[in-house]
């Protein structure tokens, strides 16, 4: 039997249903506080080195190229885990379970907006956001250690960092992982492979292409369908957020201009309105992206309410759907590729470097104002990385904590 064709069952027989799919990601759903970047040191925690479901080398593949694409960069890799293990409806089961439970609670906030305005207490809030530094930086540091064990690969990570310090924009973003690639190609020489997790197993070449021709062509399609019919207000909320959620790169905090100037300007969403459920969506576990659910339900044109939310999560959603299904039949094969995985060797060492960075922007430098910030952010540490706590008691710990902070403050 040849090799690759063992290893195709192999991988076949380790696949779960979309049950089981949509439970674990309902527990994530519920308990990945810290955003994007946060929610990857989640995944890897439960996929990598719990489940077993997907190995390091591959995992990092994965957030390489969700990282390489525009949208939420966190829901695209739970999108590509749940289509390697259950096909098409374990991918919907994956963004289903991780997105509803914030969803869900932003819509609640957002009927609660309407009914009694801006009024709550935001100290468990801020605990919420520092609990993102120790998370984060537990991601980074197991990924370090797999990732780039030499001195060649240590210097391309800080080399990454700095790019996307100095150019903290999406073609930063891309050229820091470019240039990885490049050097890995150039200086690494990558072994056989001996094992090989093909993340996009359960996707067809007709079926990739398909969706590619789809991402592009809806974003040409929309503008023209709204101008076309422009008393349809359905027509613009998904024109307005399937355009934010195709263009973004870099998570749910770069996203907030892009639909502030969609919800703005036409009197959708007024700007005390948008920034109380912007700070909810902070405090709230799964994708920042579910903000848009928000959106749709306090918007002063209907459709509003739960069927605005549903229409606008769809809409920021869609591409994250096409730019997963699209590109990994062909990533898979390019793995394969031994050129490109000596730069992938490179590119693995810029996702570290990326992801330092983002742990000093956004997350610390909107995390730590203070001494008692740093010794919550440096107890979350210690109790993840040493005392084996689970992340979720390190959430509720560090929420009671910046309560804590701010009565004493």
Known sequence: MPHSE????????KRESAYTVFKVFLKLGFT???????????????????????????????????????????????????LSQAGLPGAIA??????????????????????????????????????????????????ARNLTPDAQRVTLAALATIIVMIWPTPLGFIGAIVAGGIVGLRLFNAAEVSEHVAIGANVSRVAAVTALVLFFGLLIALPAL????????TLALLDSFYRAGSLVFGGGNVVLPLLQAEVG?????????FFAGYGAAQAVPGPLFTFAAYLGTVSTVPPNGWMGALICLAGIFASSFLLVIGPLPFWDDLR???????????VNAAVVGMLLAFLYDPVWTNAIRSGADFGLALAGFVLLMFWKVPAWLVVVLTAAGGAIIRAMS
């Open 6 to 13: 063992a290893l195709s069952r192999d991988n076949s027989a």
């Open 226 to 233: 709204r101008a076309a019919f422009p008393s349809s207000q």
């Open 336 to 346: 394969r590729f031994r050129p490109m995985r000596s730069a992938l060797i490179g």
């Open 94 to 143: 994956a963004w289903l379970a991780f997105t509803a439970p914030s969803a869900l609670a932003l819509i609640l906030f957002g009927y609660g907006i309407i009914a009694l305005g801006n009024r709550f207490d935001l100290g468990w809030l801020h605990g919420l956001t520092v609990v993102a530094v120790p998370v984060v930086a537990q991601a980074v540091w197991g990924m």
């Open 265 to 273: 300007p036409p009197g959708w969403v007024s700007n005390e309105a």
């Open 32 to 82: 990945s506080f810290g955003g994007p970047i946060a929610h990857l040191g989640y995944f890897r925690e439960e996929f990598v080195n719990r489940r077993k479901w997907i190995d390091d080398k591959a995992y990092a593949d994965l957030v390489a190229l969700c990282q390489f694409t525009p949208g939420p960069a966190s829901s695209k890799v739970g999108i590509g885990i749940g």
